[in-house]
């Protein structure tokens, strides 16, 4: 059998997606952007149907649409005639161009090529375009979600006079953790910039007539000002010792970044809201105050349900970690933390967040690939799965339940509307984890029990 070790090199159902699909959703929450891929048009249609089934939104890709021929004489034509199909059918503010495996291998110089499109540009007015580098065999969706905030960042931010605002870089979040964070913003009296902001563009309301490109999204503005708020707060530990756009904000306008957790569960959300009353200079709310009493009640009471359950956690590397600093607080035992990402800081990262919570620390693996996560965690016997959809066939194979979070989720309805953050999102899971092991012990049971 396959195992971490082995020289077998082949992936069997990825625990990760491509490249250039995280590029496409971090453009997808800008105003008036249009994403746009410098690949074959297979490449636009497969990630317009994994953002579709878990979003349940219409979603537009661009593609230069690259064939064999253009394999051999390189791109640059397609490319240009296709900026110019987006400037005329959409309208765009913004055009993010995201590379692709074929583009990068055939050596396509995609900078360069914008360049030489705005020179032959006759048009005034023209839209920002913002380019990124996102071959699929150099990393995973994550890096080129954070590669693509990161150049929209280094073309658009402007220094300034320090604003009041910051800066709130969160990562690939759901819609609804991007809303309940302005809600917090707003509760702390700070007015925030939140880079990208998905959180009507990917889960806008029903609308009588289709639009090319839907409202929402940090507006281009909003993006130029971000040199000039006086802090960024950035999420994702394994970002720590990244050159990621808060860093580059730091570096060249002197906004000062506040790296921290992805702030799921007790802990990781104290941090935030500590830093958000420094910042703000007021204490916490109340409403949230109360929240965190509640959720510390729901640790109590949900205690002896899940205590000592062994769970196998996966998915995106700081999703996981946050994932795995909730379930230490609440007594599961992460034995294997599993991702397809290979950041090199995950073991760390997931040592610094259970510091001493668990009986032995779990088994952390990178650049795992379902079978391999499949070959490890056989014989760990887990009482539970907390991931993505694709690891239900496992779940099915060793008759566990399966809580699903982070992206895809393409079983289940809701997936834009799965709260993980703050107290609000812990009481979510903590339900929802809970609510899992009482209906396996009901299904289980000749008993069936009724009252539990």
């Not at 990402?341 to 967040?353: E, H, I, K, P, T």
């Not at 993505?388 to 989720?409: C, D, E, M, N, T």
Request: with cysteine.
């Amino acid at each position: 059998m396959k195992n971490h070790e082995s020289p077998y090199i082949s992936t069997t159902n990825a625990c990760k997606l491509c490249k250039p699909l995280g590029a496409c959703l971090a453009f997808r929450g800008i105003e008036g952007a249009v994403p746009f891929l410098h690949g074959s048009q297979g490449c636009a249609t497969y990630m317009r149907r994994y953002v579709i089934s878990h979003f349940r939104e219409p979603m537009d890709i661009a593609s230069s649409s690259l064939g064999e021929k253009h394999a051999v004489y390189g791109g640059g034509p397609n490319l240009k005639q296709g900026l110019k199909n987006v400037m005329t059918k959409y309208g765009a503010g913004l055009i993010g161009v995201a590379s692709t495996c074929l583009t990068e291998t055939i050596g396509d110089d995609l900078p360069g090529i914008v360049r030489e499109f705005r020179r032959e540009l006759e048009e005034p007015g023209a839209p920002e375009i913002v380019t990124v580098s996102t071959p699929s065999y150099s990393g995973t969706h994550m890096e080129g979600f954070h590669a693509a905030v990161k150049a929209v960042v280094a073309k658009l931010a402007q220094g300034g006079e320090t604003s009041e605002a910051i800066n709130l870089l969160p990562g690939f979040i759901s819609p609804a953790d991007i809303r309940y964070l302005k809600e917090i913003l707003a509760d702390f009296g700070l007015p925030g910039i939140i880079l990208p902001d998905i959180s009507e563009t990917l889960d806008g309301p029903a609308q009588l007539d289709y639009d090319k490109i839907p409202a929402g999204g940090t507006p281009l503005n909003a993006i130029k000002a971000m040199g000039s708020s006086r802090a960024t707060l950035e999420f994702g530990r394994t970002l720590f010792a990244e050159e990621t756009a808060g860093r580059l904000l730091e570096a060249r306008f002197g906004v000062p970044c506040r790296p921290l957790g992805l702030p799921i569960g007790l802990r990781e959300t104290d941090e935030f809201f500590h830093v958000l009353k420094e910042v703000a200079g007021r204490p916490i709310p109340e409403k949230h105050a109360q929240e965190r009493g509640r959720l510390i009640d729901a640790y109590v009471d949900g205690h002896k349900y899940i205590f000592n359950k062994r769970a196998v956690v996966y998915g995106e590397e700081d999703l996981v970690v946050g994932l795995v600093s909730f379930l230490a607080e609440i007594g599961v035992n992460p034995v294997l933390v599993a991702s397809g990402g290979r950041s090199g800081r995950l073991a760390q990262a997931v040592a610094d967040v259970i510091g001493d919570l668990l009986p032995e620390p779990p088994l952390v693996r990178e650049g795992m690939d379902f079978y391999e996560i499949a070959a490890e965690a056989e014989a760990l016997k887990p009482d539970l799965l907390v991931g993505h959809s694709k690891g239900y066939h496992l779940a099915k194979h060793w008759q566990a339940p399966l809580v699903r979070v982070g992206f895809p989720i393409h079983d289940r309805f809701g997936g834009p509307r799965t709260l993980h953050l703050g107290y609000r999102g812990a009481q979510n899971l903590l339900d929802r984890i809970v609510n899992a092991m009482i209906e396996r012990k009901q299904e289980t049971s000749p008993v069936g029990y009724g009252y539990i």
